[in-house]
């Protein structure tokens, strides 16, 4: 009696069409995930940088306020922004300033507007800007 032990060479070809269809579908449908992954992740990357730099702003921010017993003057919060924010990597100038807050007719108070944007490189000027805002109150 002769036994059977292998596969014919119909069912080999059959099983190898099989599983490149399967290949390539798997690749067309996953494809561009891998191909683009590197793109969110170099988003998130320059947003924690400029994280990282408001969070230096911030410290600062809190010794002032500790400094001066909890509250800082129109004044203050100027001298401030002065030492502290201008100049600075990052910091977006011509929105970064100090802005008088109303309420229908009358004046609430001062706050520190703080805008920080990365700037876009010349290889990569499709990109949107990187930008992050914070509202420092005296």
Do not use: H
């Not at 059959?14 to 449908?29: D, E, H, K, P």
């Not at 994280?51 to 004044?75: A, D, K, W």
Request: aromatic share 8%; hydrophobic share 40%; proline share 5%.
């Amino acid at each position: 009696m002769k036994s059977n032990n292998g596969f014919t060479l119909v069912e080999v070809i059959v099983i190898l069409t099989v599983m490149a269809i399967a290949v390539t579908i798997v690749i067309s449908y996953m494809g561009t995930s891998f191909s683009k992954s590197a793109v969110p992740t170099g988003l998130v990357e320059r947003q924690y940088r400029l994280i990282q730099q408001m969070e230096v702003f911030t410290s600062q921010y809190r010794n002032e306020l500790t400094t001066n017993s909890g509250t800082l003057t129109p004044v203050q919060l100027a001298t401030f922004k002065t030492n502290y924010i201008d100049g600075k990597p990052y910091v977006d100038a011509a929105n970064t300033s100090i802005r008088t807050l109303t309420n229908g007719s009358y004046t609430t108070q001062s706050v520190l507007v703080v805008t920080l944007t990365e700037p876009v490189q010349p290889a990569k000027a499709l990109q949107e800007p990187q930008t992050l805002l914070s509202v420092f109150t005296p």
